[in-house]
């Protein structure tokens, strides 16, 4: 009886500690195929946009945790935008938890080429997309008059592309083309992100943020990464 | 027990795959290829094409099929034209855009010229213009050569110019049968002349048409779309039809040129090849649209994939019902 017991506990005790070994091993795979992305990510996506559908962007404490995953792999210049301004009232919010985190209308440098010690975050609405493309042309229109006398000719030629990317800045909209844009939400489509800022952007839509998952997160990253961009040649 | 759960999905779900083909590509070889070895989608031709003269020789040999003819070798378009259960023709999306990715490595995956990959892709969007025509899609938007494209050798430019061109003739008489309306935005100044000729020509023939409108993106850029509009609308202010105080998204949207179209807005954009951009097509224009990327590449892009495409349109109608209203925006 009592080898049969003490068989018995030394087997239980096998079994938990073998079961122990393979739940550190398997915590310390995670660690290594972690570390691993981030090596592979920090450095090729300079700028990430995340697009949440209005309805879905109401849950803070979701947006949230989607950010601390971002800054745990090593992105720290994100866009958020939802079509209806929804995240730009969270904002307060969002700081008072994610406290390493700037504005983008804080950091005065490159925001691509800042020290990586913080997140930059902007957020953006649909207010920012096609209203300020107009807001910008016309900001050239009143300049372009103001060198000329009135009801003498307008110089056509003075709208061009550059010009138009200086006038948005002035109007407040700095952040630059995202590498990468997420859309979350159960529509395929970037809901009016800003036109100007999206020619060469990747696209993925990730599905609802109800069901966010980290895996399809770093997948989505990580295949970024290994696109070529031929920018049309 | 913990959960094998792995932190990395396994599975892209995200992008459509195409199915898994049985035969094997031929090896890549991009200068020689001789008649012996083609593909049975093209019709035969007499000829060895080699790397110097690839582009000259496949221009003067395009063959000639019309949009009422079968392609050699097919099966019967008429067949194909079908349109399956699954869709619902009151829920097809009124414009589609297309951004026509893959021809060059579908080419170099078959060791065929570049050139033929182009060919290959124009059958392709001879079957997707039928199958509109069939199942009443009313605006195709086609992205068929980017402001960016000039950075490609002169060669595949001139190639690629000359196929626009060759083909749009071969087809004006169903064209005009079928009551096509042809559009071009784009840039047209620095097109051969030839082809702004034959453009202009083509627009004003089918001017009236109402069946189906194809507008083909040439020399286009979504910023330089954007642009003009400012342009435009300067111009409106200094001839006083505006006031300079009136410039809004909604003025400056009227001045795109996309305005050629009773429906400006592509309702669903499908882009081949795998590839997750917009590339500087439609900028303005896509706020709203679904997008379909599709690993396929653009000639192998046929009747099933464009009916996946449809179809994923149509179940996020069903479910969301028409266009976004005019949301409360902040």
């Keep these: 009886m009592d080898f049969r017991d003490g068989a018995h506990n030394l087997y239980h005790i096998i079994v938990a500690i073998g079961y122990l070994g393979l739940q550190l091993l398997w915590y310390f795979m995670q660690i290594i195929v972690s570390v691993w992305y981030h090596i592979s990510i920090v450095g090729k996506l300079r700028y990430l946009a995340v697009v949440i559908e209005s309805e879905e962007a109401h849950q803070t404490s979701k947006v949230i945790k989607l950010l601390q995953w971002l800054d745990s792999v090593g992105v720290k210049n994100v866009c958020l935008y939802d079509m209806n301004g929804v995240l730009k009232k969270s904002k307060d919010t969002i700081f008072q938890i994610m406290k390493n985190a700037k504005s983008i209308e804080e950091v005065n440098e490159d925001v691509t080429h800042h020290a990586p010690d913080h997140m930059t975050l902007e957020f953006v609405s649909y207010v920012d997309g096609k209203e300020a493309v107009a807001k910008a042309a016309n900001l050239i229109f009143v300049e372009n008059f103001k060198r ?54 990747e696209i993925v839509h990730m599905g609802s943020l109800n069901f966010m998952r980290y895996g399809s997160l770093i997948k989505a990253i990580y295949n970024f990464t290994k696109v070529r961009h031929n920018y049309g040649t | 027990m913990f959960s094998l759960r792995f932190p990395i999905a396994l599975k892209n779900n995200l992008i459509t795959y195409p199915p898994k083909r049985t035969t094997k590509p031929a090896p890549s070889s991009h ?85 033929e990959g182009h060919v290959a892709g124009m059958k392709s969007l001879k079957r997707m213009v039928k199958l509109c025509l069939s199942w009443e899609i009313k605006v195709l938007t086609i992205f068929m050569f980017s402001t960016d494209n000039w950075a490609r050798s002169k060669v595949e430019v001139e190639f690629l110019f000359s196929l626009v061109e060759r083909i749009v003739n071969s087809e004006i008489e169903a064209i005009m049968r079928e009551r096509i309306k042809i559009s071009m935005i784009g840039d047209s100044s620095k097109l051969p002349e030839s082809l702004q000729r034959m453009i202009t020509n083509v627009e004003e023939s089918t001017k009236n048409h109402s069946k189906l409108q194809i507008i083909a993106a040439i020399n286009y850029g979504g910023k330089h779309d954007v642009v003009q509009a400012c342009k435009s609308v300067t111009k409106k202010v200094q001839d006083g039809l505006l006031h300079l105080e009136d410039i809004n998204e909604n003025i400056v949207e009227k001045e795109l040129q996309t305005n050629c179209t009773e429906f400006p807005y592509p309702d669903l954009l499908i882009r081949t090849s795998g590839e997750l951009r917009v590339s500087n097509f439609l900028l ?25 495409a449809l179809s994923s349109f149509q179940k996020r109608q069903r479910r969301y019902g028409g266009r976004h209203s005019s949301p409360s925006i902040q």
């Excluded at chain 1, 002035?170 to 970037?190: A, F, W």
């Excluded at chain 2, 060895?48 to 099929?65: G, H, Q, R």
């Excluded at chain 2, 009422?68 to 023709?89: C, H, I, Q, R, Y």
């Excluded at chain 2, 303005?284 to 009916?307: C, H, I, M, R």
């Design chain 2, 31 to 115: 200068y020689l290829h001789s008649i012996n070895s083609q593909s049975h989608l093209f019709p035969s031709q007499s000829m060895i094409v080699t790397k110097c003269d690839t582009m000259a020789v496949v221009a003067n040999n395009i063959p000639k099929v019309a949009l009422g003819d079968e392609v050699e070798g097919g099966t019967s378009l008429d067949e194909d034209l079908t349109m399956p259960a699954e869709l619902k023709m009151e829920l097809m999306p009124k414009h589609v855009a297309v951004i026509m990715d893959g021809n060059r490595r579908w080419a170099e995956m078959r060791g065929l010229p570049l050139s």
């Design chain 2, 284 to 308: 303005w224009q896509l706020a709203y649209t679904e997008f379909f990327f599709n690993q396929q590449l653009w000639p192998d892009f046929g009747k099933s994939e464009f009916v996946e």
């Design chain 1, 148 to 201: 000329h006398d009135i009801g003498g000719e307008l110089d056509h030629q003075i709208l061009l592309e550059s010009h138009l990317n200086q006038a948005l800045q002035i109007v407040g909209c700095k952040g630059p083309e995202p590498d990468l844009l997420l859309v979350y939400g159960p529509v395929r489509s970037h809901l009016g992100f800003p036109p100007w800022r999206i020619r060469y952007t």
